[in-house]
């Protein structure tokens, strides 16, 4: 059975707050989540002072500010994400965290053993090559790109060291609209760079993760907090923990029945075989000697006789015997 790598995305949603982060991390792990995934930056390597706040933030957040003033009130410093991957690591969780600028890719590079990189940074040359360079497993998000910026930003990240790619499709929206979510395209990512790919899931609810399982994701990234109606961003087009751990069921739920590419009767199904299918049976009394035909012979259950495939092979034949009206044909 496929085991689809959950990473829930815990991301800014602590707001700043190390004690909300460990919870986020408790909660990861209850759920049943392979990866609890943070954000790392330094916030004057991270924006300019012109950088404005995205709709959706302005919008989550209730004012006008800067990007700058509200990151700032929202990043935790380095040594909050040393306590993190110890804490990681304590509960039983795989610790992660999306860097955001070079500095940052340096400080986590001894932390975690695979990269996540935002969609924001893949058009981002010298950030790629320093991930690249550190020859670990890198997941890429595409939200925002053409083919071209995807092939531009794996030919890069292939030439810096970078071998194992895994590619997610993304709306980036939040919440992402349903008729822009385009799930398709995780087949063509597959098919244009015959890599693993999955899906990181802008959308509210949790449908469009099961159904992006079902479709071939080998992973699965979800934003998820305490609480929705906490300040902040993201909160609002985040799970909260019981519905985290609904989707996480689900999911498990769908890779049972995905099954293989296999099409042949299970254990279960063997067992109903002679119940649901017929044989062929004799359609009145015959006696002995006498030919079977379309008149005198029919199919009924049970199906432990012999099969209505074999029909035409039966007709023309003489009963060897004398056979009661619903009694199995035998030859």
Not at 10 to 30: E, F, P, T, W
Not at 37 to 61: C, E, G, H, P
């Amino acid at each position: 059975m496929d085991h689809t790598l959950i990473i829930a995305e815990a991301g800014v949603n602590h707001n700043g707050n190390l004690d909300i982060a460990k919870q986020l991390v408790l909660h990861a792990k209850r759920c049943g989540a392979d990866i609890v995934k943070f954000q790392t930056a330094k916030l004057d390597a991270l924006v300019s002072k012109q950088a404005q706040m995205a709709d959706y933030q302005r919008k989550n957040i209730g004012k006008e500010e800067s990007q700058k003033e509200m990151l700032r009130k929202l990043l935790l410093p380095y040594e909050a994400f040393i306590e993190l991957a110890d804490y990681c690591k304590s509960v039983g969780i795989q610790f992660l965290s999306t860097p955001f600028d070079i500095e940052s890719i340096r400080f986590l590079d001894d932390k975690q053993d695979i990269w996540k990189i935002p969609s924001g940074e893949i058009t981002n040359y010298p950030y790629l090559v320093e991930i690249g360079k550190t020859g670990k497993k890198v997941i890429l998000s595409t939200g925002m790109c053409d083919l071209q910026e995807i092939h531009d930003a794996v030919d890069t990240l292939k030439y810096a060291g970078s071998k194992e790619i895994t590619l997610l499709h993304c709306t980036t929206e939040y919440p992402a609209p349903e008729d822009e979510v385009n799930l398709n395209a995780m087949n063509v990512l597959k098919k244009e760079f015959n890599c693993p790919v999955g899906y990181s899931d802008h959308t509210q609810g949790v449908e469009v993760s099961l159904a992006a399982v079902a479709m071939g994701a080998k992973v699965i990234e979800k934003h998820f907090t305490l609480d929705h109606n906490m300040p902040g961003p993201d909160h609002k087009a985040s799970l909260d923990p019981q519905e985290l751990m609904t989707m996480i069921q689900g999911i498990r739920k769908v890779e049972r029945v995905k099954g293989c590419e296999i099409k042949k009767p299970t254990v279960s199904e063997l067992k109903n075989r002679s119940v649901a299918r017929k044989s062929i049976v004799a359609a009145r009394n015959i006696s002995a000697g006498e030919i079977f035909t379309q008149k005198n012979l029919t199919t009924k259950r049970p199906g432990n006789g012999i099969s209505p495939m074999k029909w035409n092979e039966i007709l023309g034949r003489k009963a060897k015997r004398n056979f009661e009206e619903d009694e199995l044909i035998e030859i």
